[in-house]
């Protein structure tokens, strides 16, 4: 199975977990990435009967758009029932690293607000420790210098990613070679630099359910 037929997999197990949370009126939370979008896509069928979504980026609220399903604004959405969204790694007790796509900020935001965080990712994103995938950190664009600076004080590299401007206005720093043991401390750690909006850490808000793709079938892990 190509990566994708991996992804496209478990956006439709994640489907069939969310089915009860759309007939119950719940609201969706949605991810970014291009596994989210392979849910995305398959959640068009369901446009009529789903009361609403939130969004974490403004590239998945577009998608959402375009497929006529309704998109709210997280403050007059309350609770999310679920929030579904991919990961650029995750550990075996379901701790993430996201922000490949800059989204970080927003799709923390949204995991927060919902009662269940659904991941979806292929294999490939299933790890023994997190830290291969570079860190990312949304920075507010003149603390870039200093938190460039206390990152190597904690022993990481930090590589400023060029060209690219969050949906908040701000900046990514990725974060190479780092040592993350306890990731809930990382976590902590780094959104105490002034200048950090946050990490890509999801240590202290993990995922509670892991759809995994892999060609013997989606695999559940649970906390
Ligand atoms: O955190 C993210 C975006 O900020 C994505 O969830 C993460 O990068 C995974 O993306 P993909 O599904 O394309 O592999």
Redesign the pocket.
């Known amino acids: 199975m190509t990566q994708d037929e991996l ?1 496209r997999a478990v956006a439709q197990a994640a489907i069939s977990k969310v089915e009860s949370a759309i007939a119950d009126g719940e609201i969706i939370g949605i ?7 392979f849910f995305i896509d398959l959640l068009a069928d369901y446009k009529n009967d789903i009361r609403g979504t939130v969004a ?2 403004e590239a998945s609220a577009e998608r959402l758009k375009s497929h006529g399903i309704e998109v709210l604004e997280l403050n007059n959405a309350g609770t999310l029932g679920v929030y579904v ?4 790694e995750s550990n075996h007790h379901l701790e ?9 900020t927003r ?1 923390k935001i949204a995991a927060a607000a919902s009662k269940e965080f659904i991941c ?3 294999e490939s ?1 299933l790890v023994d420790r997190l830290g291969a995938f570079p860190l ?1 950190i949304e920075v507010i664009p003149m603390a870039r210098s200093l938190v460039g600076r206390e990152v190597v004080k904690l022993g990481g590299n930090p590589v400023y990613r060029e060209g690219v401007v969050t949906d908040n206005g701000n900046v990514i720093i990725d974060v190479y070679d780092f040592m993350i043991d306890v990731p809930r401390k990382t976590e902590e750690t780094l959104n105490n630099i002034p200048g950090v909006v946050t990490n ?1 850490l999801f240590a202290l808000r993990p995922a509670d359910v892991l759809l995994l793709g892999t060609p013997d079938g989606v695999k559940e892990m649970t906390r």
Not at 85 to 88: K, R, S
């Open positions: 992804k991810g970014t990435g291009s596994t989210a979008n974490s980026s969204d991919g990961a650029d993430l690293i996201k922000g490949g796509g800059a989204a970080l799709e979806i990712a292929d994103k990312p890509g």
